[in-house]
């Protein structure tokens, strides 16, 4: 699934894409991609909008228009917005294009189509629930600490919780806890306030990191000119099959499910107590 990283780097190479142009109409292969409002009205809320400004909240996209709309977009498991020429053929995986007036198209493709857009004025509705943006200044050890203060779930859950922190998912949250030397099913109440400014420390490595490699290309992630990321090259445990084992101290990497997902970690340099 695309994380923060990945949605960074979609936001700042489509910007200078697609901000300033303005939208000519919409093709949608599977309605269901829209989530509000209804399909008429989106499609004809969104024809004649111009893209005055693109943001991102966690691993959400927005879209600021000129009508004072905004478009959400969330890729969920599997999407990639990619741009493509002017009435390029669609492949087979394209769910929606959103023609501009430019050379180019917007294709948003969803092989698993969980990928879904909202149309609102307030993009609170949206993403208003989402935790702290970790790489905003904002964000510090000692407001770390404060969230996990009391926490009971295991820290590995709580980085993955979008109210928690926004825009970390299973990749990065097993890459900072390795990172940090902390045991994913450790509760997050318990960490020491050297160990949470450990884990600081990592969160913004790893996702600063991933931003400057362009995300990483695990699964069905594209940039939106169709290249992929490298940052699961720097991957020091996420997406290793077990039986591999720790760059650090060669212990062979470990996975056990946490909340039906895989989490990779050391046993050795991540204990549990
Ligand atoms: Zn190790």
Same mark, same amino acid.
């Given at each position: 699934?695309?994380? /923060?990283?990945?949605?960074?780097?979609?936001?700042?190479?489509? %910007?200078?894409?697609?901000?300033?142009?303005?939208?000519?109409?919409?093709?949608?292969?599977?309605?269901?991609?829209?989530?509000?409002?209804?399909?008429?009205?989106?499609?004809?809320?969104?024809?004649?909008?111009?893209?005055?400004?693109?943001?991102?909240?966690?691993?959400? /996209?927005?879209?600021?228009?000129?009508? &004072?709309?905004?478009?959400?977009?969330?890729?969920?498991?599997?999407?990639?917005?990619? /741009?493509?020429?002017?009435?390029?053929?669609?492949?087979?995986?394209?769910?929606?294009?959103?023609?501009?007036?430019?050379?180019?198209?917007?294709?948003?493709?969803?092989?698993?189509?969980? &990928?879904?857009?909202?149309?609102?004025?307030?993009?609170?509705?949206?993403?208003?629930?989402?935790?702290?943006?970790? /790489?905003? %200044?904002?964000?510090?050890?000692?407001?770390?600490?404060?969230?996990?203060?009391?926490?009971?779930?295991?820290?590995?859950?709580?980085?993955?919780?979008?109210?928690?922190?926004?825009?970390?998912?299973?990749?990065? %949250?097993?890459?900072?806890?390795? %990172?940090?030397?902390?045991?994913?099913?450790?509760?997050?109440?318990?960490?020491?306030?050297?160990?949470?400014?450990?884990?600081?420390?990592?969160?913004?490595?790893?996702?600063?990191?991933?931003?400057?490699?362009?995300?990483?290309?695990?699964?069905?992630?594209?940039?939106? &000119?169709?290249?992929? &990321?490298?940052?699961?090259?720097?991957?020091?445990?996420?997406?290793?099959?077990?039986?591999?084992?720790?760059?650090?101290?060669?212990?062979?990497?470990?996975?056990?499910?946490?909340?039906?997902?895989?989490?990779?970690?050391?046993?050795?340099?991540?204990?549990?107590?």
């Amino acid at each position: 699934m695309p994380e /923060l990283p990945e949605v960074e780097t979609i936001k700042s190479e489509l %910007a200078p894409c697609i901000v300033g142009h303005c939208i000519t109409g919409v093709t949608l292969f599977w309605d269901r991609i829209v989530r509000q409002p209804s399909l008429e009205e989106f499609c004809s809320c969104i024809i004649g909008q111009k893209i005055i400004g693109i943001g991102r909240r966690g691993k959400y /996209l927005i879209l600021n228009l000129s009508s &004072g709309k905004v478009l959400i977009i969330h890729l969920k498991m599997s999407g990639s917005l990619l /741009l493509k020429p002017a009435l390029a053929e669609p492949d087979k995986f394209v769910r929606a294009i959103i023609h501009l007036d430019g050379e180019v198209d917007l294709h948003f493709r969803d092989p698993r189509k969980f &990928g879904v857009m909202w149309l609102v004025y307030d993009k609170d509705t949206v993403v208003g629930k989402l935790g702290p943006e970790p /790489l905003e %200044a904002g964000f510090t050890p000692q407001l770390l600490a404060k969230l996990l203060k009391n926490r009971t779930a295991p820290i590995k859950a709580l980085l993955c919780d979008q109210g928690f922190v926004a825009g970390i998912g299973n990749m990065y %949250a097993d890459e900072a806890l390795f %990172a940090a030397r902390i045991h994913p099913l450790r509760p997050g109440g318990k960490l020491s306030s050297e160990e949470i400014r450990r884990l600081y420390n990592a969160i913004q490595q790893v996702l600063w990191l991933a931003i400057g490699c362009k995300g990483a290309s695990v699964d069905t992630y594209f940039r939106p &000119g169709g290249e992929l &990321g490298t940052a699961h090259f720097q991957f020091q445990v996420a997406h290793r099959l077990s039986g591999k084992f720790c760059p650090v101290c060669g212990t062979t990497i470990e996975r056990i499910p946490i909340r039906n997902r895989g989490s990779y970690f050391c046993p050795k340099c991540q204990p549990q107590f």
